[in-house]
């Protein structure tokens, strides 16, 4: 762990406390492995807000964080250096390294958990703790609260108050570091990557799953282990299905391409779509359809400003692709009334963006207090607004048919302008059809 990160945990530790208060415990699991099928278990990713706090990335670990404890106030359970366990599942930090490497004030083996946390609790009012994330955990807590409540006297007594620490936390993540800010940088220069290597091998006749095996490839290749999320890779009519994943379709000519694909780097996520033609040539209809959707992306990304709203993001895209789709004969009737109708949503059905961090959806309330929550610098978002047009649907011409378009992008909300992380990828129709089949074989 190099010098930078670990002092940010440590102050991102410290902040934490001074948000929960004295009297309180905050208790966090790195999150369970799963079974995917039989023996073979899901590759482990840990628990994002585990992570955020003590940059600790193995399976069967708890941190607690004792705000004015004596003894140290940030201690870890993890799993105990065994070298034939490790021979099979690799090697592990144990207690030492995570006093050493990762800045524990104290480390126990995940042994003493039973006989350690009741203690911890023990004068403590309340407990942090992210209830109902995992069922298990949760009764593990429940256990250690009894076994304090009979160990203490009257007087003490276990914690009366549980609190789930989603908002003293999450409020705290949307505000992105200089540190955080670098590594999301990072997954999208190397989404980037992926993307533009994905256009440039397109072609007819090829799989959606060949596709996606060019991204993987890149996403590997420069140091991404994982996607942030399952790739979508959707032709022709799929490219309607929002979160479609299937990726076995063959790509004809004629068809749009939809890939909403990121890379996760060092734990941050990415979020990027592209929608380009498989031949290289955009349609007259599908031609109209994209350039209304990169309009209403870029009315939205002008709104990205200190002082604005997700609102105000989600109103700008709103109104272009209702007056665009008016334009188009679409939609028919005054602009204002479809608004206020939502007639727009038959054609634009999800919302404009998401935060965007350690979570590819990241965590953070979207409004405060019933108003919408005001954007700042350190905020990091995406917008992707999008147009779908189902076959078959009456009054609507056939050359809009399965027509499916989105473009997402990754945006640094900074004390002036904007900063689109992804601007590197292509999304005029000019530089996409420049650039799509060029590495075709």
């Known amino acids: ?9 440590q102050q991102r ?19 369970p492995t799963h079974v995917r099928n039989r023996d073979v ?28 404890r004596a003894r140290g106030e940030f201690l870890l359970f993890c799993r105990e250096r065994k070298p034939k366990e490790e021979m099979w599942s690799g090697e592990r930090v144990g207690p030492d390294g995570a006093r050493d490497i990762f800045g524990a004030d104290q480390a126990f083996p995940m042994g003493d958990t ?7 609790m023990k004068n403590r009012t309340r407990v942090i703790h992210a209830m109902g994330r995992y069922p298990a955990f949760d009764q593990k807590i429940i256990g250690w609260t009894k076994a304090t409540g009979a160990r203490s006297r009257k007087s003490i007594g276990p914690p009366s108050e549980f609190v789930t620490f989603d908002q003293l936390l999450h409020d705290m993540r949307l505000l992105k570091s200089p540190y955080e800010i670098d590594l999301i940088r990072e997954a999208a220069a190397i989404s980037n990557r992926a993307h533009r290597q994905a256009m440039e091998v397109c072609r007819p006749g090829i799989m959606e799953y060949h596709i996606q095996a060019e991204l993987t490839h890149q996403f590997i290749q420069s140091g991404s282990h994982f996607p942030a999320y399952p790739p979508i890779v959707a032709s022709g009519r799929n490219a309607r299905i929002l979160h479609y994943t299937r990726n076995d379709k063959m790509l004809e000519d004629g068809d749009l391409l939809l890939i909403d694909a990121g890379a996760e780097y060092q734990y941050y996520a990415s979020d990027i779509t592209r929608t380009f033609p498989v031949n290289g040539t955009f349609t007259p209809a599908q031609r109209d359809i994209y350039q209304l959707v990169l309009a209403a992306q870029d009315a939205a990304i002008a709104k990205a400003r200190p002082g604005n709203n997700w609102e105000d993001l989600h109103k700008a895209a709103v109104r272009v692709i209702t007056e665009g789709l008016v334009d188009l004969g679409l939609l028919k009737g005054r602009v204002e009334k479809l ?13 404009t963006g998401h935060w965007l961090g350690l979570d590819v959806h990241d965590v953070g309330k979207y409004s405060v207090d019933r108003r919408w929550r005001t954007l700042e610098p350190g905020m990091v978002i995406t917008i992707e607004p999008g147009i779908y047009i189902r076959d078959g649907r009456k009054k609507i011409p056939t050359k809009w048919w399965d027509i499916g378009v989105r473009i997402e992008d990754n945006i640094l909300i900074t004390k002036s302008d904007p900063d689109v992380l992804t601007r590197a990828l292509p999304r005029t129709i000019d530089d996409i059809e420049a650039l799509v089949g060029q590495g075709a074989a």
Not at 1 to 9: A, F, I
Not at 42 to 63: H, K, M, N, Q
């Open 1 to 9: 762990m190099d010098v930078q990160h670990k002092k940010e945990l």
């Open 13 to 31: 530790r410290q902040r934490f406390m001074q948000r929960i208060g004295a009297g309180s415990i905050a208790i966090l699991s790195s999150g």
């Open 41 to 68: 278990e899901y590759p482990f990713r840990v628990d994002s807000d585990f992570y955020y706090l003590t940059g600790f990335s193995e399976p069967e670990s708890i941190a607690v964080l004792c705000p004015g």
């Open 114 to 120: 039973d006989k350690i946390l009741p203690r911890l």
């Open 339 to 351: 608004i206020k109708k939502k007639k727009y949503k038959k054609f634009f059905m999800h919302y």
